[in-house]
């Protein structure tokens, strides 16, 4: 090989080490995974927001959140999509307890509206039927949103017992169901594992009431 050969080849692998080293130094760096919080219950009210609403209200307000991941008191949010948001609950009666709600608006495919079949525009449910467990029961969107909870609360049930396994070794039952009797606006789904181990049941009064079955 002559000497001029070699003198461009020597180039041309110096020019190619440096651009490779420039863009290894300008990569964007790969940010660390998300580790996941504990579920365990913190055993603390929740947090007021910037706007507090009436005490029984705050998961209304909650519900109408657009980004509740990040909108969310801190150590308030668990999980969400486009259609519910469960939550750690504020008064937790046992070791893993948590809310599911449907978020408003509550998005429906247009084919879903029991009034119109052909309409192309985007409609959800209506706030006045989601405020209740009852109101929800006269609604006509009624199983669509009780779907959408259920699913997301056996995703919660799947999460609650893989950490039971990985910090306990073993699972106990977990109840799936909503209150008899209310005391917050807006409907909520509880998932609440059977120990009932909390500060908050030292009074009757703070003792959870029977549940409807989901």
């Known amino acids: 090989m002559r000497l001029s050969s070699v003198l461009r080849y020597r180039s041309s692998f110096t020019l190619y080490c440096q651009s490779t080293s ?6 964007i760096p790969i940010p660390p995974p998300r580790v996941r919080v504990s579920l365990a219950a913190r055993h603390q009210p929740w947090p007021s927001m ?6 029984n209200a705050v998961l209304e307000q909650y519900a109408r959140l657009h980004n509740p991941e990040c909108e969310l008191p801190k150590g ?18 046992a070791k893993y307890h948590f809310l599911v709600m449907p978020r408003y608006p509550f998005p429906l495919e247009s084919s879903s509206s029991p009034s119109s079949a052909s309409t192309s ?13 009852e109101a929800l029961r006269k609604s006509p969107y009624c199983l669509r949103v009780l779907h959408a909870l259920q699913e997301q609360a056996r995703q919660v049930q799947e999460m ?3 950490e039971m396994l990985k910090k306990e070794g073993w699972k106990w039952p977990i109840h799936i169901g909503f209150h008899a ?15 009932l181990i909390s500060p908050k049941l030292k009074n009757k009064k703070t003792r959870p009431v029977r549940t409807k079955t989901f």
């Open 22 to 27: 420039a863009a290894r130094s300008t990569a």
């Open 50 to 55: 910037p706007n507090p609403a009436a005490w």
């Open 76 to 93: 308030v949010h668990l999980l969400s999509d486009s259609k519910c948001v469960t939550i750690f609950d504020g008064y937790e009666k």
């Open 121 to 133: 525009t985007s409609i959800s449910v209506p706030s006045s039927h989601l405020t209740s467990l």
């Open 160 to 162: 609650i017992e893989e």
């Open 181 to 195: 009797r209310e005391s917050m606006r807006h409907v909520h789904l509880h998932v609440i594992s059977s120990d």
